[in-house]
């Protein structure tokens, strides 16, 4: 963990954070349904392209689950996990029995939203001491996100399909309620 940052020093300064503690269940929890979207595709897909990204992108959230799962104590993550994981499964396995344009199409949505979720907390936390710690850790999960997203979007194909609209609709709506959950349970 980089400088002093831990569970420990996330709880020395969490009072001056109005909502920090959710903030950071709301990102385990997302980070929890990241993994499992890459799970949820590994699952169904056989196309080597679509693999091949997934397996990369799985690699990257398990480490971002790991480094907010340091700084949360299971007492304080999501009691949803479960379903976080369900719903993050079938968010990357019913996609991925349609075609690799719908995972794309999905991972371009879902790391939309992740990167404007990231983006209002590092809004929030200082640039120095323990706060600025965090704010460097979540500017570089952020930045994952990004290239995430990025990756998606050139792999794939634009579609102004209703049925991809409705489903990215679906999946960013999904997302937010799902945050805003995670945010007080
Ligand atoms: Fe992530
Ligand atoms: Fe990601």
Redesign the pocket.
Known sequence: MKGDLDAASVAGFSGDIPGLIGDLRSDHA??TG?VAIYQGILAVSRDPAVRHFALAHLA??RE??AQLGALLPPGQRSILLPIWHVAGWLTGALPALVGPRAVYATIDAVETF?DHHYEEQVRKLPDHGPGGALRTLLIA?QA??VE?RDEARAAGTPTTGLLTQAWKWLVGTGSALAVMAARRV
């Open positions: 997302g980070e990241a990257t959230e971002h689950l992740v999960c994952d996100e995430h």
